[in-house]
């Protein structure tokens, strides 16, 4: 129901962008965010957008480098990831929620969504 793409292998400073299909019962989620894992570390945020009113937030760490934006019909999500650090490598996983929350910080944890889907490796070398 969710389908991550668009990883890779790219240098320092260069660009990937990701892309998540959402379809199913997930189609009708309330938000859709992007998280990362590295190696020997805890899933973190780095961006969602609402899919009611749009609006958008971004982890520090990601903002101005990385752009996340939708297209409702033909329901994708999009990770456009600009001034790629060594730092920005790991498995990075888009996740609906089904919940709906006045405050966007809700789905600054993986605790706010209930769908995952599989993860796509993005690794930068220096």
């Known amino acids: 129901q969710l389908q991550a793409s668009g990883g890779g292998l790219v240098q320092a400073g260069g660009s990937l962008r990701l892309s998540c299909a959402v379809s199913g019962r997930t189609v009708s989620n309330s938000a859709t965010g992007w998280f990362r894992q590295a190696p020997g570390k805890e899933r973190e945020f780095v961006a969602v957008?609402?899919?009611?009113?749009?609006?958008?937030s971004y982890a520090d760490v990601v903002k101005g480098r990385f752009t996340i934006s939708r297209d409702n019909d033909k329901n994708f999500v999009y990770l456009q990831m600009n001034s790629l650090k060594p730092e920005d490598t790991a498995v990075y996983y888009c996740?609906?929620?089904?919940?709906?929350?006045?405050?966007?910080?809700?789905?600054?944890?993986?605790?706010?969504?209930?769908?995952w889907g599989q993860g796509t490796q993005v690794t930068v070398s220096s």
């Open positions: 957008i609402r899919w009611s009113g749009g609006s958008i």
């Open positions: 996740a609906a929620s089904a919940t709906y929350n006045s405050n966007i910080y809700y789905y600054m944890s993986p605790g706010g969504y209930r769908y």
